[in-house]
């Protein structure tokens, strides 16, 4: 159980919907809301369509984080380059490409390549997982502190095609000390799709939900 300080703190709390107001996901402008007969309602700032909640935005986030994380298995069992020289031919995962490094001394470039190709997208993952759960469980455990954990998976996503760019990386630096053809293999292909996956799996998240809680739950109440 939650301490009646942590029940005093949420009551004080004024968010947009308690008071009325609608804000906009795009540019965050808090307006307010139109006549229930108007069918749509348009940011005055920049022009987004402005709903109170995103419609059905817990299904849609589940639907792509699910097809994300069965993308990230293949992802990271699959070959993401194949390597042909006259030496023969061989294939690399991410995890390969990782030892690869570590083995020839390039501790920081594999350092890099670990925590963008793999450490990332996985707490990604977990991080709007849990994000889901807390929300569809109306949990109001630090509204705010789930918040900020989301606004930087948000803010993260900007730069997922980095993670792209760190297997563009490998291929280009592997073994490049005899003539060889490297090519992308199937996991690069899932490892790409992760990507983008996971970026229009926080962008469908409504981060409003975790505030309804705070609005509905009765002043003094403690919360579980």
Known sequence: ?????????????????????????????????????????????????????????????WALLISAAIFYIPANLFPIMHTASILGSEDDTIMSGVALFWNDGDIPLAAVIFIASILVPMLKLLSIGFLLITVQRRSNWQPRQRTTLYRIVEGIGRWSMLDVFVITLTVALVRFNTLAVITAGPGALAFASVVVLTMLASMQFDPRLIWDTVDTEPSGKEHD
């Open 1 to 61: 159980m939650s301490t009646p300080s942590l029940s005093r703190d949420l009551a004080a709390v004024r968010t947009a919907s308690g008071e009325h107001l609608v804000s906009c996901h795009a540019c965050g402008l808090v307006q307010q809301p139109l006549a229930h007969t108007v069918e749509k309602q348009h940011c005055t700032r920049c022009d987004a369509v402005v709903h109170r909640r995103n419609p059905d935005a817990i299904a849609r986030t």
